[in-house]
């Protein structure tokens, strides 16, 4: 497994917390929380994490757009996962078309899978 620091944009403070427990726990670096898309700018900005798993559904912000601001304003650019508590197939189309090396089912969060999207990426014709 890769050690990377990484940043969790949510708007959940609980899962907040047990993302950054479990990930923590897991050998990932979670350098930073964030709940909104200005938290997670300024965080990604200061930190330069390898990693930024970002919800799709910020509650009144867009992940999506946050993926794509993060992906423009930040040289280099972190390897965006995005994350949401509902099924992969509601946003295929979405995640295909934004700067995210994949998608992860909170249910499925883990330094694992994260491993295996950056091992994809890394191989695949995406490059960072």
């Avoid at 009144?60 to 930040?74: I, M, N, V, Y």
């Avoid at 946003?91 to 700067?99: A, E, G, H, N």
């Avoid at 899978?113 to 890394?122: N, P, R, T």
Wanted: charged letters at 25%; hydrophobic letters at 45%.
């Amino acid at each position: 497994m890769v050690v990377v620091r990484c940043v969790i944009v949510d708007d959940s403070p609980g899962f907040l917390a047990a993302a950054r427990r479990l990930l923590a726990a897991q050998g990932i670096t979670v350098a930073a929380v964030a709940s909104n898309g200005e938290e997670a700018l300024q965080r990604v900005e200061e930190l330069r994490p390898d990693v930024v798993l970002v919800d799709i559904n910020l509650g009144e912000e867009s992940g999506l757009e946050l993926a794509g601001q993060l992906s423009r304003r930040t040289d280099p650019a972190p390897w965006i996962i995005l994350i949401s508590a509902h099924a992969e197939q509601n946003y295929r189309d979405l995640v295909t078309d934004s700067p995210a090396i994949g998608f992860l089912p909170k249910v499925a969060l883990s330094a694992r899978a994260i491993d295996d999207l950056l091992g994809d990426a890394a191989t695949g014709p995406r490059e960072r």
